[in-house]
């Protein structure tokens, strides 16, 4: 089993920048692919950042150049930094992870607005 809880969203204007964290915690080791999803009410979730154990990186051409997803294989936490916030960037985000089956977190929200 793997547990995963994020932290970090928030309120924030067009322009600013937010971190999301998400701890892992359980069956899980820097093998495992871990990333970043997003939804909107009405829409299917969607890729946002994902990140192999070896470090592979592959983003959604709409936060490319602006987001960063990164992990501390360590402390088994993954990170999203959100650089140049947009309102459509607007969702409640999720943490996945992978290990022999799918894993998905609570959710935080992140709302971008003035």
């Known amino acids: 089993q793997v547990q995963l809880v994020e932290s970090g969203g928030g309120l924030v204007q067009p322009g600013g920048s937010l971190r999301l964290s998400c701890a892992a915690s359980?069956?899980?080791?820097?093998?495992?692919?871990m990333g970043w999803y997003r939804q909107v009410p009405g829409k299917e979730r969607e890729l946002v950042a994902i990140?192999?154990?070896?470090?592979?990186?592959v983003y959604a051409d709409s936060v490319k150049g602006r987001f960063t997803i990164s992990r501390d294989n360590v402390k088994n936490i993954l990170y999203l930094q959100m650089n140049s916030l947009k309102p459509d960037d607007t969702a409640n985000y999720f943490c996945?992870?992978?290990?022999?089956?799918?894993?998905w977190g609570q959710g935080t929200q992140v709302t971008v607005s003035s």
């Open positions: 996945y992870a992978f290990n022999l089956r799918d894993y």
């Open positions: 359980g069956s899980i080791n820097n093998l495992n692919t």
């Open positions: 990140i192999s154990g070896g470090g592979d990186r």
